[in-house]
Nanobody, 116 residues
Framework: QVQLVESGGGLVQPGGSLRLSCAAS????????MSWFRQAPGKEREGIAC????????YYRDSVKGRFTVSRETGKDTVYLHMNSLKSEDTAVYYC?????????WGQGTQVTVSS
């Protein structure tokens, strides 16, 4: 059974940093690209970062490029989202995602609030 569990969210001041983690189980993460999405209040869920399973190349939404970094530790079946220079508009619930055999799987999400 595929499971994704996010952690690491919280309250941070503008300009601060957080590292989110996503622990995967029920599948071998080494064979799949992993993605991060977020959903702000009243807005649609949007993809923000993705990391390949082949060469670990990564892709970012323009709004987070240069501030966020996605990485993976395959031996621990964990993917990370390092977030720097956080802004109030980064406030959202952050979700980990994987598509296995055509089915999207999501974690429960972790809340990130950027506020002074």
């Amino acid at each position: 059974q595929v499971q994704l569990v996010e952690s690491g969210g919280g309250l941070v001041q503008p300009g601060g940093s957080l590292r989110l983690s996503c622990a995967a189980s029920g599948f071998s993460m080494r064979y799949y690209a992993m993605s991060w999405f977020r959903q702000a209040p009243g807005k649609e869920r949007e993809g923000i970062a993705c990391i390949s399973n082949t060469d670990e190349s990564s892709y970012y939404r323009d709004s987070v490029k240069g501030r966020f970094t996605v990485s993976r530790e395959t031996g621990k079946d964990t993917v990370y989202l390092h977030m720097n220079s956080l802004k109030s508009e980064d406030t959202a619930v952050y979700y980990c995602n994987v598509k296995v055999l055509g089915t999207d799987y999501w974690g429960q999400g972790t809340q990130v609030t950027v506020s002074s």
